[in-house]
């Protein structure tokens, strides 16, 4: 029987594994690869959303710059990091197709004079969503460049009325193992929920992003439905998926990775060439292109994003705090 032999994704290395997949279904349904990665560029309406959103992502205002290194729709919606489905690569696209997102409760709490339990619809009603084309730098030493449609983190934030204690905003994902395999397992080291941070002035920057949608469509569920942060400057990890809660907080909070290996993971997590991992260099990434050949690149003090935001560093030791 197949499931006696070894799974094609336990003796290639997944990013392989998949790209050679992209391609085998590109050359069976007779499509050259040209024709494959011209379908990446538009995306397919795969995950339209709920009603109360499809009119706003119809509408968002397009990133007006190029996007010719957009990483293909089938490699950004099938090589993901969401420990909740899976830690293969290849798991969340599998696992989160039936993933209930709507309605979708966030709890808001801490120092805010606006707190409470808000539905998600509520929250971004009102605000005019925006495409973003940004980079995207995983911890792992990859990276894609994805088209993000959202909001400002800052302009829900205020929503909230945040008080002059509010120095960190702290964020939680879903618990909820009968949904999530990956909660279900016994070999997991997440302890759950995923929690992530930011201080404040970085979450009220205007390149950290609240993303519903990419490629013009909702987000689809393996990517973080229905609401995900986007914080390009720092490692994808950061980015934390499908939240639940905000709290606003006068104390820097705990966070998923810092909280099972902090010698490797940060609080702040800025990308940063000259600071290597302990197992491995940042100085350069893998592009990944769904080609089988990915480009390898330098990495980007701040993923490239040094001249928005080195300020909020002035005076810090990116070493110490990294
Ligand atoms: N809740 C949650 N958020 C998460 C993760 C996760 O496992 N769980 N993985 C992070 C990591 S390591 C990365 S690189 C990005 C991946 O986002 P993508 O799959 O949309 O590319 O999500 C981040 N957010
Ligand atoms: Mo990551």
């Known amino acids: 029987m197949a499931q006696q032999q070894p799974l094609p994704s336990e003796i290639t290395p997944p990013e392989i594994w998949h790209r050679r997949k992209v391609i085998m279904a590109g050359l069976g349904a007779g499509l050259s690869l040209t024709a494959l990665s011209a379908k990446s560029a538009d995306a397919p309406i795969d995950y339209p959303g709920p009603d109360w ?155 950290c992003f609240l993303a519903v949608g990419m490629y013009g469509q909702a987000l689809p569920p393996q990517n973080g439905a229905p609401v995900r942060l986007v914080v390009p400057w720092k490692y994808g990890f950061k980015s934390i998926k499908s939240i639940v809660s905000i709290r606003f907080s006068e104390t820097q909070p705990a966070t998923a990775w810092n909280q099972i290996q902090p010698q490797e993971y940060g609080f702040y997590s800025n990308v940063n060439p000259q600071v290597s991992h302990p197992r491995w260099s940042q100085a350069s990434e893998r592009v990944l292109t769904g080609s089988l050949f990915p480009k390898r690149q330098d990495t980007l003090m701040f993923n490239g994003y040094a001249d928005e935001v080195a300020s909020l560093y002035a005076g810090m030791d990116l070493k110490a705090n990294f």
């Not at 979708?104 to 009603?125: K, M, P, Q, Y």
């Not at 973003?132 to 929503?159: D, H, N, Y």
């Open 53 to 207: 959103l499809q009119p706003a992502i119809a509408g968002h205002q397009a990133d007006p710059g190029s996007r010719d290194a957009l990483t293909p729709y089938d490699v950004a919606t099938r090589y993901n990091n969401f420990y909740e489905f899976g830690t293969d690569k290849s798991d969340p696209a599998k696992n989160a197709q039936d993933f209930v997102t709507d309605p979708w409760r966030v709890t808001v709490s801490g120092a805010a004079n606006n707190i409470g339990e808000f539905d998600l619809e509520a929250i971004i009603r009102g605000l005019a969503l925006e495409e973003r084309i940004t980079r995207f730098r995983c911890v792992e030493a990859w990276s894609m460049v994805l088209p993000f449609i959202g909001v400002p983190l800052s302009k829900v934030l205020s929503q909230f009325d945040p008080t002059g204690d509010a120095k960190y905003v702290a964020f939680e994902t879903l618990v909820d193992p009968e949904q999530m395999p990956g909660q279900r397992s016994r070999f997991s080291t997440i302890q759950w929920p995923y929690q992530e941070g930011l201080r404040m002035d970085e979450a009220m920057h205007d390149l």
